[in-house]
């Protein structure tokens, strides 16, 4: 009776089965903010599911689960009242057919659901089960059909609207026909979108087991265009795409597609091209783009177009929809952009053409190009650049897109040429500018460069550009590059250069004149007079006048001039210098120099090199340097190297040896007509190589032995790996892991690579560590720390005969080891103390130490502990146990 009963609900089930066989092929769900609060949202629930007389399960109600806790069963509100009687009515919108099962149906479900808060929440939808026969998913039959999306509510992101998808997920290849589908998913709020494959989930939301994707599928993670270069076999086939919205970096929500497509294999037909480029406008273009679709086979071509352009409030794109006609076949996008339209992600467009055949029986096939449009706010127009004093003003006509948050200044020192190109936005870092200032509201004319307070360098040509940015981070095309110099009413230092390297050496200093065509004359008639002024230092922070030249006269131009300062001391530090340039009668105080220093040379001894390095503070641009050093026999200073930044290292000397060297700085002015390069040296410096750079460290091994208590350390020699002049080895050891390492050992040769250490016999614990030191008694870093741990023994007999025999006289251990103390005390039977002691050996003679009476044979018992000697330290263990006394010799033991 009980077979029966198997056998019944085993049919049940397979009748069960077939009920919802051959029932969900597709679907997503998708959603959209409703009502004042961003935690509303309205779910809608599209699936896609067979029809016809054999199909048992129809669903006219669909459960949602939020991921909160809550659900919802939602009625289905598409088609025809009363849908649901009888089941298998086709009162839906019929999406397409497949072979002789009846077409398929599209069924549509809306759940209102208000969340608690902020946080993710996964809102899913289970329906059993998938139908019949997916090549790509094992067992589909019985695999219930699983859709989720993902959803982030974050009040700092606001409220958000997910994608809609305008292509149904339902289509259809030819076997080995290149084909292309793409869910055309627009974002209402404009959202940029990404897209990526998934898995096929089942039961609970798991992947599905066996789940795999065939070769040749690919999907574009930007357009979200599907391809697959070689459908194959014939037979039907479910994809997950992922459609990803991201807001300010954060992915905001992901909507599931689980597609299927159709397989048929008896096409002769090809499918359609399509030829449209991306583009790139200036906002307030007429974009007028044809779009061409050719059919190989000569077939007539349907063509349509999506994207977000064309929901637009204000200018939507328009494209003629529905049109078709013979290949090729030709149809014009327009759209009239604006500032409106200006954003840093590109507009999406997909064009979808759809060939007709004339065969019956071939399917028909697609062609889909998505493109990118981006439109590029305007640069702002007619920027000039003026200096005023020691700054540039800076003007301009605003962009004619207002909704620019405001402008980004970039500035270099001379001109780069650079001229956007189409789509390249903002100032490229390739262009060589920096980023100098950002200045908010796009009604902004002008901007004046004072160097941050500090002033603009004379002599330099600065080169400016600029250009609106959006709240989006999109960027317009950078203007018209604008330069200028300041005017040159004041001297400029070209030169601090050292001829004498002395306490009591000498600097030449050399300066462009100021230009008299650039001097208020009227002011400042003439005669000028110069003010040499000097500080230690680089950084002209005391300067003191230390000469002047009067009854200067400038023409328009004149020859540079030259100072030779001497008796300044060189060696020890470097000179800065500034000019000071006044009106002699009457006289005013016109300008001074920008702070110039010469070129101070250090040198860092090391073992066979010299590491030389350099500092000056000057205000022209710096160049190159070039280093000399001294030939020994000429005494002449040859050219070894160049160098980009300030600091050289000379290898391969000799220790011991001195040499001497001097830089020489090479620079320049941007500004035309000041000679150029600017070449200064610094003092000659000296040093001596010597080897101060420690050996590599040996790796150090142990071979502990506890019965000998005796560690055995041993190492390698550096001088055959990594140096080669190690002498002598240094050992250090400490009692544990975590106290202080002493010397215990001097090794004084090289091949000497082993030491033996017993530490007075009483302990291996300890932690050892070597160096090695060379012939200049640089010692190593410590190679690896190596530890030894005792192997402590305490072992008692159980029985022992006091007869002063000379034999097994005292209850004692066997021989013990690293023991330190022992804390013991035995009782007789009666519980009554007999012994104690702390002594490790014991030696009770079996006399009671209160009463000094020998014990009565018999059974004794022992408790305390025991104190180990370890790495760690002292560790004690608990002891206890019987022996038995007995007075008459036994050979009894343990």
């Not at 080995?176 to 055309?184: D, E, L, S, V, Y």
């Not at 001109?415 to 908010?440: D, E, R």
Request: proline residues 7%; contains cysteine.
């Amino acid at each position: 009776m009980k077979a029966v009963y198997k056998i019944f609900i085993l049919c049940l089930l397979l009748i069960n089965t077939q009920s919802w066989a051959t029932h969900n092929r597709a679907g997503e769900i998708t959603y959209t903010q409703v009502g004042s609060s961003p935690y509303t949202l309205e779910f809608t629930l599209t699936t896609y599911t067979n029809i016809g007389p054999q199909i048992q399960a129809d669903r006219c109600t669909m459960t949602f689960y939020f991921g909160d806790g809550d659900s919802c069963v939602a009625n289905r509100i598409n088609g025809p009242s009363g849908t649901c009687q009888p089941p298998a009515t086709m009162g839906h919108v019929i999406v397409g057919a497949s072979g002789g099962q009846g077409g398929i149906k599209e069924n549509i479900y809306k759940c209102v659901h208000t969340f608690a808060g902020a946080g993710v929440y996964t809102v899913s939808v289970s329906d059993p089960n998938r139908n019949d026969g997916i090549l790509n998913i094992p067992g589909s039959v019985n695999i219930p059909f699983y859709i989720e999306t993902v959803v982030t509510l974050n009040p700092f992101l606001g409220p958000n609207s997910g994608v809609v998808l305008y292509n149904p997920p339902i289509d259809y290849a030819c076997v080995c026909k290149r084909f292309i589908h793409n869910p055309n998913a627009i974002d209402p709020d404009n959202d940029s979108l990404s897209y990526s494959l998934g898995i096929c989930k089942g039961a609970n939301g798991n992947n599905i087991v066996g789940y795999s994707i065939p070769p040749g599928v690919n999907l574009n993670p930007i357009t979200g265009d599907f391809v697959w270069d070689c459908p194959t076999p014939q037979g039907e086939f479910n994809f997950v795409i992922l459609i990803i919205s991201w807001r300010k970096g954060i992915a905001i929500d992901t909507v599931t597609r689980d597609m299927q497509i159709t397989v048929d294999g008896s096409c002769s037909n090809n499918p359609p091209v399509l030829d449209v480029p991306d583009i790139c406008v200036d906002a307030g273009t007429l974009v007028n783009l044809p779009v061409t679709a050719t059919d190989p086979d000569n077939h007539d071509i349907f063509l349509t177009a999506t994207g977000a352009v064309f929901n637009l409030v204000n200018n939507p794109a328009s494209f003629p929809q529905n049109i078709s006609g013979a290949s090729p076949l030709t149809a014009n996008f327009t759209w009239q952009t604006s500032c409106s339209d200006v954003r840093k992600a590109p507009y999406q467009v997909s064009f979808k053409a759809m060939d007709i055949p004339t065969n019956v029986n071939d399917q028909p096939l697609v062609d889909i190009k998505t493109i990118q449009i981006t439109v590029v706010s305007p640069p702002p127009l007619n920027l000039t650049a003026t200096p005023q004093g020691t700054s540039i003003k800076l003007n301009w006509v605003p962009t004619v897109c207002t909704q620019a948050l405001g402008y980004k200044i970039y500035r270099r020192n001379g001109p780069s040429g650079f001229v956007p190109s189409q789509c390249i936005t903002g100032v490229p870092p390739s262009t060589g500018y920096t980023l100098l200032s950002t200045v908010l509201g796009s009604n902004i004319v002008d901007f004046i460069d004072d160097n941050n307070g500090q002033g603009l360098i004379h002599g330099t040509d600065y080169c400016y550009m600029i250009c609106a940015y959006f709240a989006d981070g999109a960027e317009s095309y950078a203007s018209n590059e604008a330069c200028a110099t300041l005017r040159k009413d004041v001297p400029i230092i070209t030169h601090v250069t050292v001829d004498s390297t002395d306490v009591h050496g000498r600097n030449t200093i050399i300066w462009s004149p100021p230009d008299r065509t650039e001097i208020d004359t009227v002011e400042f008639p003439g005669p000028y007079k110069y003010v040499i002024y000097r500080s230690d230092g680089a950084d002209c922070s005391n300067i003191t006048a230390i000469d002047s030249i009067a009854g200067v006269n400038l023409p328009g131009t004149s020859n540079d001039t030259i100072y030779q300062h001497i008796d300044v001391d060189t060696y020890n530090n470097s000179n800065s210098y500034r000019l000071g340039f006044y009106n002699e009668n009457p006289r005013k105080f016109i300008g001074i120099s920008h702070c110039a220093s010469s070129v101070y040379l250090d040198i860092t001894p090391g073992d066979e090199t010299l590491i030389l390095d350099w500092t000056s503070n000057v205000p022209w641009t710096k160049d190159t340097f070039t280093v000399y050093r001294q030939n020994p026999n000429t005494l002449d200073f040859e050219r070894i190297g160049v160098s980009n930044t300030a600091i050289y290292i000379d290898g391969n000397l000799n220790n011991g040896t001195n040499y001497c060297y001097k830089i020489r700085a090479s620079g320049y002015y941007t500004e035309p007509g000041i000679v150029k390069p600017l070449l200064n040296f610094s003092q000659i410096a000296c040093g001596v190589p010597y080897d101060n750079v420690a050996p590599c460290a040996p790796h150090l091994d142990i071979d502990a032995n506890c019965d000998s208590i005796i560690n055995t350390l041993s190492w390698n020699n550096p001088n055959l790996t990594c140096a080669d002049d190690v002498v002598q080895y240094k050992l250090y050891y400490s009692t544990n892991d975590s106290a202080n390492f002493n010397l215990i050992a001097t090794v004084n040769n090289d091949g000497t690579l082993t030491f033996t250490h017993n530490n007075n016999n009483i302990s291996i614990a300890g932690c050892y560590y070597i160096t090695a030191l060379d012939s200049n008694a640089n010692e190593s870093i410590p190679s690896d720390t190596v530890c030894a741990d005792n192997c402590p023994v305490y072992l008692l007999p159980n029985v022992f005969t006091p007869n002063n025999d000379g034999f097994n006289d005292f209850f004692r251990p066997f021989p013990y080891m690293y023991i330190k103390s022992v804390d013991m005390q035995i009782y007789n039977r009666w519980g009554n103390l007999v012994f104690t002691t702390n002594s490790p050996d014991i030696l009770w003679d079996g006399t009671n130490q209160q009463s000094k009476q020998p014990c009565s044979d018999g059974v004794y018992y022992y408790v305390g502990s025991y104190t180990a000697i370890t790495l760690k330290g002292d560790v004690t263990e608990k002891l206890h146990g019987f022996v038995q006394l007995v007075k008459t010799r036994t050979n009894e033991s343990r």
